[in-house]
């Protein structure tokens, strides 16, 4: 471990973080942080594709017990649910905050975000800092890690993303994230562009994985199971492997890394516009599932996780209730 962990703390000593804060903040005068690249002039106020001007808007900021173990651990994962996204996923669980903005709850400087990130590990007492769809709002973020770092923060931070990132990106990301969280949703390009709106997801995607891989390595836990820094890589199974699953596997296990951390999940419901498509209208079955799940076996994957058939149960939050969105 270094000798100031969690290492954004380092880079806040060698002024290395306010500099980062300085050169995100000048690409939100013609946005390129994600793969979009929209040129909106959002540090005056214009809207990006994203849907996203210069102010943060969220939906909850809460102690999420939901995630995989090492992430949520014994007093749950001081999550921030950002709202807007750069997909357009029809299928998506979040999609009243993603999607429809029904359930924007607060509008935040980074200043506020910063305060926010503090109560999670003074009150709340979580594990670490989980920011759910980061992307849009990354350099709001990382201003916000800056002025919470002076007043004391020291949790590690989760960056929670679908995947779809721009290389520059996450680079500039490096040391100041400890743990990705990434999504690996598609194995084929015209798949992602139907049904979420993202060209050239494939490579984007597979890109920033590597990247991260880089530069945090294997998921690494301390002495009580909780993880610390690394990458976990998510991979959610779609009716009639509309995802790609062995494609996307085989990548992983042949281009990154077979002990990197994979979970498999089985928790898709036909959420928002998906029911009104025919391929996507319905649950997975188990067979569908198993076969994911053996494949990953078969390929050699060390580290992984696993969910039940009836997870979907346990993962459809609901924002538009007051109080937590897990809260069932």
Avoid at 66 to 79: A, D, L, M, N, V
Avoid at 89 to 109: D, H, L, P, W
């Amino acid at each position: 471990m270094p000798a100031k962990y969690p290492s954004y703390l380092t880079l806040l000593e060698t002024g290395e973080l306010e500099e980062r804060v300085r050169e995100f903040k000048k690409r939100l005068q013609s946005c390129n942080l994600c793969p979009h690249e929209c040129g909106a002039n959002r540090a005056g106020g214009e809207v990006g594709i994203c849907k996203s001007a210069l102010l943060v808007d969220i939906s909850s900021v809460c102690d999420h017990r939901g995630e995989e173990p090492p992430i949520s651990g014994t007093r749950g994962s001081g999550t921030i649910f950002f709202c807007h996204c750069n997909l357009r996923c029809v299928f998506c669980q979040n999609y009243q905050i993603s999607q429809t903005g029904e359930a924007i709850e607060k509008t935040r400087t980074p200043e506020q975000l910063a305060d926010d990130m503090l109560f999670l590990q003074n009150s709340l007492h979580v594990h670490n800092i989980n920011l759910v769809s980061p992307t849009h709002y990354v350099a709001q973020i990382v201003e916000a890690i800056f002025i919470a770092a002076q007043k004391g923060l020291k949790l590690p931070i989760v960056y929670n993303t679908n995947a779809y990132e721009n290389l520059d990106t996450i680079k500039m990301l490096d040391g100041i994230i400890d743990i990705y969280l990434p999504d690996l949703k598609y194995a084929d390009n015209a798949i992602a562009k139907k049904y979420s709106k993202a060209p050239k997801y494939v490579e984007k995607s597979r890109a920033a994985i590597k990247e991260m891989y880089r530069q945090v390595g294997d998921l690494q836990l301390d002495d009580e199971g909780i993880a610390i820094k690394g990458v976990l890589v998510r991979h959610l199974v779609l009716p009639h492997d509309l995802a790609g699953s062995e494609n996307s596997l085989r990548w992983l296990a042949n281009e990154v890394s077979k002990t990197i951390s994979v979970a498999i999940m089985s928790q898709y419901h036909p959420c928002y516009k998906a029911n009104k498509i025919p391929e996507l209208c319905r649950r997975i079955t188990g067979n569908e599932y198993h076969k994911v799940v053996e494949l990953a076996e078969a390929l050699g994957f060390e580290n992984g996780f696993i969910q039940g058939m009836p997870s979907w149960r346990n993962y459809l939050p609901d924002f538009s209730s007051e109080g937590h969105p897990f809260e069932d």
